[in-house]
């Protein structure tokens, strides 16, 4: 990952930009730099991956313009060509192509990248700042309005609330212009349903995850795996492994006493020939890290925080004990395939409604929770079920084809690798069970015992009540809120609501985002 910020505006101070932008110099240590841009500022922290040597670094200049870019460019070797012929490129980095593409396509160029991508560009001629962000949000991209009303953008908010009285996320697939935000791709909307029968459906999931997995290996630094046992990490890692000569490396998490996932992690890596790491954590370790973990998330979110325990423990093991700077890890195939709630969708337009609904929105939880947990341990997160391709034909996939009425959760992406012989049976049909689950029953109780501890229920009815928007329901969710506005105070609007089970639903009227409390929870915790 790397860190980018920008404005053009005499009214934001170089000393206010630099205060703000060395928040997050953990996503990018390896250089940072700040440029007079304009009537503002550029700046970038980078960690090298692509184009390791000193030309690689940003901001980029083509002209009078400039560009600083956080982002994978996935096939930017078919530009790079095109663009020889008029441009002579200086680095082996994937985002120097950007510049001269803009030249070229202008804002059109958004539609063309098959990319992971933030950036901030300045046309000197326009005299206009243009940002834009990839269509699922998986590059964090964030803006704020100062006092005096300038547009300011960063990678996190952590870099505006110093500067901006109200901070929102970048709405994923969009680009910003002359003051407007546009939409250049809406990745959720479903134009016409695929009549794919299910031979051919399984044949196209299994085809376009395994290209997902197989150019998110392309790196000039070592890769690594996060393997927690569950199908999704399975499978990238099984892929990986079929596509690599040599063994990968997997890593996995769990709590000391009553860790669930790792004796299915140790089975994969065993299975795949990965030379595999468990990592412990322990419930101090666990508490300790709670205030950190919040203000690094940037979130009050139950799920997002219970789910970044155990990622940033381990990542930030894979940090101090590793050379590794990349990591590839298995989220986004539940909004595509389906929760254990999902099952209780009354019927097929609802459940691709959810999806969609969850797609929309996944910048601000899962993804946002792989970026963070990774970033802040100075690695950079990849993510192959994200790919725009998998992604788009997914969705499109008819619903009821998607619904569990096979009596197995997500049967459409197990089997589609049966054949082939990339998990053993009894990984690829386990029962779903949520990364914050199965690290250990043990790591959710202990922080919802932390925050019985803390308030009265006097003191909880009283406290709540201060919070108008995702007003906390419980105590658990009381102490994360109460975090976060320490670090974020009236922020909160960066996160749309509590990421739950849908309550309209029957069966899904829960006051628990764990998949434990609902009826179906079944094996999934074995």
Not at 47 to 55: A, D, R, V, Y
Not at 97 to 124: H, N, S
Not at 196 to 201: F, G
């Amino acid at each position: 990952m790397c860190s980018i910020m920008g404005c053009d505006s005499a009214s934001v101070s170089l000393a206010d930009f630099q205060k703000g932008f060395s928040e997050t110099v953990s996503r990018g240590p390896d250089d940072s730099r700040i440029v007079k841009v304009g009537n503002g500022y550029f700046g970038f922290h980078r960690l090298s991956i692509m184009g390791l040597t000193p030309e690689g670094m940003q901001p980029f200049q083509l002209g009078d313009n400039w560009l600083v870019c956080n982002g994978e460019i996935y096939g930017f070797q078919k530009f790079k060509r095109e663009l020889s012929k008029t441009y002579r490129f200086k680095s082996g980095s994937d985002c120097e192509i950007l510049l001269p593409l803009y030249r070229e396509k202008g804002v059109e160029m958004f539609k063309e990248l098959d990319a992971e991508f933030a950036l901030i560009l300045y046309d000197a001629e326009a005299q206009t700042l243009i940002a834009a962000r990839d269509p699922v949000g998986i590059r964090p991209l964030y803006y704020g309005y100062t006092e005096s009303g300038a547009i300011v953008f960063a990678s996190e908010p952590k870099n505006l609330v110093s500067l901006c009285q109200k901070t929102l996320p970048f709405p994923p697939g969009h680009y910003y212009k002359d003051g407007r935000f546009f939409c250049y791709c809406d990745i959720a909307k479903v134009e016409t349903y695929s009549r794919d029968d299910l031979p051919t459906t399984f044949s196209k999931i299994k085809s376009k995850l395994i290209a997902g997995v197989k150019k998110r290996l392309e790196s000039d630094s070592k890769i690594g795996f996060l393997l927690s046992g569950g199908l999704d990490s399975s499978l990238v890692c099984a892929i990986a492994q079929k596509e690599l000569r040599t063994p990968i490396k997997t890593f996995g998490i769990g709590m000391s006493e009553d860790a669930i996932d790792l004796k299915y992690a140790k089975t994969v890596a065993d299975y795949i020939g990965s030379v595999h790491t468990e990592v412990y954590m322990t419930k101090e370790e666990v508490l300790d890290s709670l205030d950190f973990v919040v203000r690094m998330l940037g979130t009050f979110d139950i799920t997002t925080i219970r789910a970044s325990m155990g990622m940033y423990l381990l990542c930030k093991w894979i940090h101090e004990n590793t050379d590794i700077r990349v990591l590839l890890t298995g989220e986004i195939s539940d909004e595509l395939f389906g929760y254990k709630y999902t099952d209780f969708a009354p019927s097929a337009e609802e459940f691709q409604l959810e999806s969609e609904k969850r797609i929309r929105e996944i910048h601000m939880y899962d993804v946002l929770r792989a970026d963070r947990c990774i970033s802040v341990n100075s690695l950079e997160a990849r993510v192959p079920f994200g790919d725009l391709d998998f992604v788009k034909y997914v969705l499109s996939i008819d619903p009821h084809k998607k619904m569990n009425v096979y009596n197995k959760g997500k049967y459409l992406l197990r089997k589609a690798f049966e054949d082939g012989e990339y998990l053993p049976p009894e990984i690829l049909y386990r029962e779903k069970a949520a990364f914050s689950d199965a690290v250990g029953h043990s790591m959710v109780d202990y922080l919802k015992e932390f925050a019985e501890s803390r308030y009265s229920d006097a003191e909880f009815d009283s406290k709540r009540g201060k919070f108008a928007h995702a007003t906390p329901f419980t105590k658990e969710s009381l102490l994360y809120r109460e975090i976060f506005e320490k670090y974020y105070p009236e922020q909160s609007q960066m996160i749309v609501d509590f990421w739950m089970p849908n309550k309209s639903w029957k069966g899904c009227d829960v006051n628990d985002p764990s998949a434990r409390v609902l009826s179906n929870y079944g094996a999934s915790g074995i």
